[in-house]
């Protein structure tokens, strides 16, 4: 039976000497492993097609609980990420979660669009890696049904006071008087968070899709919000990516650069 789909490759493996085996990212299906025979032995149309994130519309066939590529048909490539290490490592941090979350069979629309659309903001050079990095973290948290209690104080349920904590491990807020008041352990990892960190947190999760990225905020800001969402992502799904300690090592490599010129 052929089946059709548009997909986004979000990882590749070399198997025997010319077939390779891509995993791709449907709406439909969910992330689904297809083997591409004769992959490196052509360079025909498919080859573009089945690279690291290309974006393109899948032709293939299941045979023996295995999907076959019968075709396929290039709509976009992210160039922009390719050009740049930094951007690369990121977008690999992004598939990387990917892969660990959804799985065959699930529908993935949502996160098919935030995926498409952070690897196109991210391309254009449209906004920061830093920026783009937070937004995917804390929207597919939320897409992922791990939302945390972003309304107000878990205790008291104020919406905003003129101290509030994020709570990571707790995935909730506190106001100033109920984490002076907390009867759990000390250790609980928290950060106290600003108006706009807040504001924007909520923002993130609960914006209409196409607009996730609209807003502005100022460097401080998005420091806090990039230690909040990577921290509790790391927390949520209880595990450490490889991509991104990477990607960090890229951002540590940059700025020892950029510090190396000024000097
Ligand atoms: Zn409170």
Do not use: W
């Amino acid at each position: 039976m052929l089946m059709t789909a548009m997909g986004l490759v979000i990882a590749e493996r070399n198997y025997g000497e010319n077939d390779k085996f891509i995993d791709v990212l449907t709406a439909e299906y969910g992330v689904i492993e297809i083997c591409v025979k004769g992959a490196r032995k052509i360079l025909g149309k498919s080859n573009s097609s089945t690279q690291l994130f290309a974006y393109a519309k899948f032709c293939f066939s299941k045979r023996n609980d295995r999907y076959y590529l019968n075709s396929s048909e290039l709509v976009r490539v992210f160039y922009g990420i390719r050009l740049d290490i930094k951007k690369l490592a990121l977008a690999e941090y992004f598939a990387e979660i990917v892969r660990y979350c959804v799985t065959t069979g699930q529908t993935a629309k949502d996160i098919m669009s935030l995926l498409l659309n952070s690897l196109h903001f991210l391309s254009e050079d449209l906004r920061t890696c830093e920026f783009i990095k937070s937004v995917f973290e804390m929207r597919f948290m939320s897409e992922t049904g791990l939302l945390p209690q972003l309304i107000g104080c878990r205790d008291c349920y104020k919406y905003e006071a003129d101290e509030m904590y994020f709570m990571v491990d707790l995935c909730c807020l506190l106001c100033g008087e109920h984490f002076e008041r907390r009867d759990f352990e000390e250790n609980y990892y928290h950060i106290r968070v600003s108006k706009t960190v807040l504001h924007t947190l909520r923002f993130i999760c609960l914006a209409e899709m196409k607009r996730i990225f609209n807003f502005h905020i100022g460097e401080t800001a998005l420091e806090q919000l990039n230690e909040i969402t990577e921290k509790y992502i790391i927390s949520r799904l209880n595990r450490n990516f490889k991509a991104l300690e990477f990607y960090k090592q890229v951002c540590d490599r940059n700025d020892l650069m950029a510090a190396e010129e000024k000097s």
